[in-house]
């Protein structure tokens, strides 16, 4: 049976240092597909965010984004899962309370609630995503379908906002903030979703990821492949740990499994 591989972008396909995807992950990951293998993306960005993939963007045969909020093929959605209004509300009064930004990801725009300059200088900076040019009010965001809400909260924090979210999950890949989604929205469900639409088994599905957002996707998948600089915890998960993305990894593991 042929492999369908899931990959998170930041850390595990884009280099936090140089913002791009390695040459070698770029001609295996040609290789693997031409090989056979179905390549998909699973991401904690939602879709205005994805803009950094223009090297592999021809290969890719579906995505699972927001994580897990927000699955398609081509122009078919998958799946669609909003967080409950009792919850948005639940986060906006935490952050007026606290004095905190969040990022706010609609079915049809992205906003930012309490704006700081820390959210320009983590998603244009560290991130590269040129927030100017992809933000809209945040008031006309919270009128439709929240997806996904990333306050810059501190992870010791965390904990007690999310006691205020009974609906949410967390999952954390970044110091500054945590990406928050309604329960059934995370990387795992959003890629059974996607293997169910497509005609293939979770077990034949293999994982690539470095945070915590991509526990679900490491720990449901056939395979779990950790990142060299992924966090520890989700490297005691894994079933295989390989290099870092700037150390090959992706080629790596590929050529590990036999995909290359």
């Known amino acids: 049976m042929k492999k369908a591989l899931f990959f998170d972008i930041d850390g595990t ?3 936090f240092k140089t ?18 293998a179905g390549i998909y993306i699973s991401t904690g960005r939602p879709v205005q965010f994805i803009t950094n993939l223009g090297q592999i963007e021809h290969l890719i045969d579906g995505y699972v984004t927001t994580n897990g909020a927000r699955c398609f093929v081509g122009e078919e959605e ?3 899962n909003a967080i409950p209004q009792e919850d948005v509300e639940a986060l906006l009064t935490y952050a007026r309370e606290r004095d905190i930004c969040s990022v ?53 924090d965390e904990e007690e906002l999310m006691g205020r979210l009974p609906h949410c999950v967390s999952g954390r890949w970044h110091p500054q903030f945590t990406d928050i989604t309604a329960q059934r929205a ?3 469900r959003g890629i059974l979703a996607l293997a169910q ?14 945070g915590g957002n991509d526990m679900t996707m490491i720990c449901d998948c056939g395979i779990g492949v950790a990142m060299g600089n992924a966090i520890e ?10 290099t870092s993305v700037d150390e090959d990894g992706i080629a790596n593991a590929l050529r590990h499994f036999g995909l290359i």
């Open 233 to 242: 915890d989700l490297k005691a998960e894994a079933d295989h740990i390989t």
């Open 19 to 36: 913002h791009d995807i390695p040459a070698s992950a770029v001609e295996a990951i040609a290789q693997a597909k031409r090989n056979g």
């Open 197 to 210: 639409h497509e005609g293939f088994s979770i077990d034949d599905c293999i994982g690539f990821g470095d």
């Open 13 to 15: 396909l884009v280099s």
């Open 78 to 80: 998958i799946c669609v």
């Open 186 to 188: 995370d990387k795992g």
């Open 104 to 156: 706010v990801v609609g079915v049809d725009g992205v906003g930012v609630f309490n704006e700081k300059p820390v959210a320009n200088e983590i998603f244009d900076g560290s991130l590269a995503v040129p927030m100017m040019d992809i933000l809209s009010p945040v008031e006309e965001v919270l009128k439709g379908r929240i997806l996904q809400m990333s306050p810059f909260v501190e992870k010791e």
